[in-house]
T-cell receptor
């Protein structure tokens, strides 16, 4: 079946502009995660959605970052007034139930470059 | 102490070599442990989960020592296709939040 998809695959923007990144999880997966991977660094957790529960936003680095999810489907990550330090690959993952032993399946990522 | 710390690498080995990666984690409440593999400019993919009793999948063996908060991955008879970055991943004690190490780059040479 289809895996996690993300769009756009690449995004170049100017400092100060807003960007919106999209994630389509695997159908039937209730849990959805956003991570950020800066060049040469490990993945950083950003936000977690599970069903209709309130999202865990504890990893969002600033109030310029926000994310939404419609039910158990598409999610969008929005970065307002982008800064150069926001340049990174933004990875979305989904898992069947969000349990501790769940495998998280990652999308191909969106490579964001802020000039 | 970093939450998840791995060998910095890189590792360059010839085909057929045995290579071992080590990882330590700081949160003693961690429940789940994984090794993911990430190819250059690609997304991470699960290689194997790590169980307390140790587990093996073909040429790959993973070990967990909870007392020492230490995880290892052994690759035997390495292949060119094993070249990738290996990520040590730990569940942070909550149900879902994974913490990733920075990864160790492995290059298997012909």
């Amino acid at each position: 079946g289809a895996g996690v998809s993300q769009s756009p695959s690449n995004k170049v923007t100017e400092k100060g502009k807003d960007v919106e990144l999209r994630c389509d999880p695997i159908s039937g997966h209730t849990a959805l995660y956003w991570y950020r991977q800066r060049l040469g660094q490990g993945l950083e957790f950003l936000i977690y959605f599970q069903g209709n529960s309130a999202p865990d936003k504890s990893g969002l680095p600033s109030d310029r970052f926000s994310a939404e999810r419609t039910g158990e489907s598409v999610s969008t990550l929005t970065i307002q007034r982008t800064q150069q330090e926001d340049s990174a690959v933004y990875l979305c993952a989904s898992s069947p139930s969000g349990g501790p032993t769940d495998t998280q399946y990652f999308g191909p990522g969106t490579r964001l470059t802020v000039l | 102490r970093k939450e998840v710390e791995q060998d910095p690498g890189p590792f360059n080995v010839p085909e057929g070599a045995t290579v071992a990666f080590n990882c330590t984690y700081s949160n003693s409440a961690s429940q789940s442990f994984f090794w993911y593999r990430q190819d250059c400019r690609k997304e991470p993919k699960l290689l194997m989960s790590v169980y307390s009793s140790g587990n093996e999948d073909g040429r790959f063996t993973a070990q967990l020592n909870r007392a020492s908060q230490y995880i290892s991955l052994l690759i035997r008879d390495s292949k060119l296709s094993d070249s990738a970055t290996y990520l040590c991943v730990v569940n942070g004690g909550s149900n879902y939040k994974l913490t990733f190490g920075k990864g160790t780059l492995l290059t298997v040479n012909p």
